[in-house]
């Protein structure tokens, strides 16, 4: 699924325009974006947490030089399933292997 498969099926649920939909999604992105960008965590119930982790300077392998080279300190996002999510991605796999053909 992409975006706009996305936008259509949100549209569709809460019977509003596809533009409507697109705004709201972009709106939610875009919070989510900020709340991290200042180190806030972001935890959507049942759906899991958007985070940040920080990596300190750290001296590394580069491959593409094949020589090492000093990774400055970095902050980067990191998303934590939730446990509901795992859940039941794993109950559909588990379902899928069961059903019959």
């Known amino acids: 699924m992409d975006q706009a498969e996305l936008i259509e099926l949100v549209a569709k649920e809460l019977g509003i325009s596809n533009a409507q939909s697109q705004r709201l999604l972009r709106a939610t992105l875009r919070e989510i974006r900020d709340l991290l960008r200042v180190g806030h965590?972001?935890?959507?119930?049942?759906?899991?947490?958007?985070?940040?982790?920080?990596?300190?300077?750290?001296?590394?392998?580069?491959?593409?030089?094949?020589?090492?080279?000093?990774?400055?300190?970095?902050?980067?996002?990191?998303?934590?399933?939730?446990?509901?999510?795992?859940?039941?991605?794993?109950?559909?796999?588990?379902?899928?292997?069961g059903a019959p053909t």
Do not use: M, Q, W
């Open 41 to 97: 965590a972001v935890t959507l119930p049942h759906l899991g947490t958007f985070d940040t982790a920080t990596y300190e300077e750290h001296r590394g392998y580069r491959p593409a030089s094949n020589d090492f080279a000093l990774f400055p300190k970095r902050r980067v996002p990191v998303f934590r399933t939730g446990t509901l999510l795992r859940e039941d991605v794993y109950d559909i796999e588990s379902d899928e292997e």
